[in-house]
C-alpha cells in the first residue's frame, strides 16, 4: 500500500514556474514508477511525465517536454515535478500516481494522490 499526497500547487502568472512535490509513505518507494497526471475542468485525465523505477527514465507528454521536468528523491521518499514556462492551458489538477512500471496510461498505476490545483493566469 502507499500512499500519496502531492503540495505546491497555487496560481502563477504565464511564463512563470512552480515545482509540485509528491511525498509518498511506504518502505517500498523506489520499487514504484511514478507518474504525473493532470485533469482540466471538463477535460479527460492527461498524461504528463513519468520516471522509471529502474535507471530514473522519464517521459514526457509533447505538450510539456522541454518545459517540465520529473525527478525523485529515493530517501526523501518524493517525486517532485518542476513545471517551467508555464502556459494558461497548463491549468488543471495535478495528480502523482504509483505503478508497477512506468506508462502513459493512467490505468497502469495502482495509487493515486488527491490532485494539487495549477492556475496559470494570462
Known amino acids: 500500500q502507499v500512499q500519496l499526497v502531492e503540495s505546491g500547487g497555487g496560481l502563477v502568472q504565464a511564463g512563470g514556474s512552480l515545482r509540485l512535490s509528491c511525498a509518498a509513505s511506504?518502505?517500498?518507494?523506489?520499487?514504484?514508477?511514478m507518474g504525473w497526471f493532470r485533469q482540466a475542468p471538463g477535460k479527460e485525465r492527461e498524461f504528463v511525465a513519468y520516471?522509471?523505477?529502474?535507471?530514473?527514465?522519464?517521459y514526457y507528454s509533447d505538450s510539456v517536454k522541454g518545459r517540465f521536468t520529473i525527478s525523485r528523491d529515493n530517501a526523501k521518499i518524493t517525486v517532485y515535478l518542476q513545471m517551467n514556462s508555464l502556459k494558461p492551458e497548463d491549468t488543471a489538477v495535478y495528480y502523482c500516481?504509483?505503478?508497477?512500471?512506468?506508462?502513459?496510461?493512467?490505468?497502469?498505476?495502482?495509487?493515486w494522490g488527491q490532485g494539487t490545483q495549477v492556475t496559470v493566469a494570462s
Open positions: 511506504g518502505r517500498t518507494f523506489s520499487s514504484y514508477a
Open positions: 500516481a504509483a505503478g508497477g512500471m512506468g506508462s502513459w496510461n493512467p490505468s497502469m498505476y495502482a495509487y
Open positions: 520516471i522509471s523505477r529502474r535507471d530514473d527514465s522519464t
